[in-house]
């Protein structure tokens, strides 16, 4: 299910543009607009629920993308890990009320890709 103006719901639905890492039926992961490093994504469950503690839960249908997009995090773009979060309300610093992972990329130093976000997405996609 979608709710109305929810800019991740529009993402889901391919409404607004979005650099796609990852989709299958249950999770769409997208490079976060305001990267903390190079490669930060965000996996959202593409039914719409706000956060940890509402209904319908959201956190199992991430998990399996939540895995796969840190594999290729750190196959592609050679980061060294990678730090998982989640902001689950306002207090917590939530500002996009549909649920979401940040994975974020830890580097070595020096050993961060180069480029801008388009040079990224094609490298975490391996073509
Ligand atoms: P949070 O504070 O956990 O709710 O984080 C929301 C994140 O969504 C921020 O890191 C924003 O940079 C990111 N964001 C907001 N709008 C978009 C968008 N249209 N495409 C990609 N990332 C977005
Ligand atoms: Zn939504």
């Given amino acids: ?6 800019i991740f719901c529009r993402i889901v639905q391919g409404d607004v543009p979005a650099r796609e890492v990852f989709r299958d039926d249950t999770a769409v992961a ?10 930060h ?3 959202v469950p593409t039914t ?5 503690t509402s209904e319908p839960a959201g956190l199992a249908l991430m998990a399996d993308a939540v ?24 207090a917590a ?18 050993q961060s890709p180069r480029g801008g976000p388009d040079e990224v997405l094609t490298q975490l996609l391996g073509s």
């Fill in 1 to 6: 299910m979608s709710m109305d103006g929810c």
């Fill in 30 to 39: 997208f490079l976060d607009l305001s990267p903390k490093s190079p490669g």
């Fill in 41 to 43: 994504t965000l996996v």
């Fill in 48 to 52: 719409h629920t706000e956060n940890l």
């Fill in 67 to 90: 895995t796969t997009v840190a594999r290729t995090i750190t196959d592609r773009l050679g980061a060294s890990g990678v730090t998982a979060q989640i902001n689950s309300g306002a």
């Fill in 93 to 110: 610093g939530q500002e996009v009320f549909h649920l979401h992972v940040h994975l974020i990329p830890r580097y070595q130093p020096g």
